[in-house]
């Protein structure tokens, strides 16, 4: 007999592949930069906040884990223009160095974005709940080793390369326990939908496009409600 149970199970690269295009969806809608992440994946055994510019989140609930992300100086740089630019700014006002503390506010936002969409998908796509912290954003001129400060019985650890529309490069890297969600029954996950998201979604339809807005994919709800937290 066929055995399903592999197609019926997520483990770690799953999670990093959900990560990476959250990665991915959330800075292409924001900064309409063509973001994409390598085919290819590391295992690494540690992980670094890296120059220039890094960005570390913690996670706990169903699952602990840390997601740091090390951005070059010309990376962050492309997605902060890009965002703001696409925002309605002019050049003129815009930051000149990664190291402006309005780059690292900017960067920031984008990726509390990224790693809500992230914990808004887990709900959904996994039946569990995760927390995390408000991310970190710092300049940096060397490396720090950095771990997660809970009790993991069997941590891995990855490490994904992103290139920007310019092919400027950053690296995603994830260290979580080993884990494995086993599917016990279907379930449609665009049912378990995130309520902030919808509730964000309603408040950003017009009246009169009530009808039309009902019949909305669960994905045009969600990216909506993107635009909406993104200030778009």
Do not use: W
Request: glycine share 6%; net charge negative.
């Amino acid at each position: 007999m066929h055995d399903n149970s592999k197609s019926l199970a997520q483990g770690t690269d799953e999670l990093l592949v959900s990560l990476c295009n959250s990665v991915t969806r959330v800075l292409n809608v924001a900064t309409t930069c063509q973001v994409q992440y390598a085919g290819m994946v590391q295992r690494i055994k540690k992980t670094y906040l890296k120059p220039d510019i890094g960005c570390f989140v913690l996670f706990d609930g169903g699952f602990s884990g840390l997601v740091i992300i090390n951005f070059s100086a010309a990376s962050a740089m492309e997605l902060y223009r890009s965002y703001l630019l696409n925002m309605g700014m002019s050049e003129a006002d815009l930051a000149n160095s990664h190291t402006s503390d309005e780059v690292s506010n900017v960067m920031g936002e984008l990726m509390n974005q990224v790693v809500g969409d992230f914990t808004g998908k887990v709900r959904r796509e996994l039946q569990t709940h995760i927390t995390q912290n408000q991310p970190k954003m710092l300049v940096l001129n060397k490396q720090v080793q950095l771990s997660v400060d809970a009790n993991l019985d069997n941590p891995q650890a990855r490490r994904v390369t992103f290139y920007t529309a310019s092919n400027n490069i950053f690296y995603l890297e994830l260290a979580v326990d080993s884990t494995e969600f086993i599917k016990l029954h279907d379930f449609d996950a665009n049912e378990v939908i995130d309520p902030d998201a919808i509730i964000a979604a309603q408040d950003a339809k017009e009246p009169e496009n009530t009808g039309h807005q009902s019949s909305a994919s669960t994905n045009d709800l969600e990216t909506e409600a993107l635009l909406k937290s993104l200030g778009m």
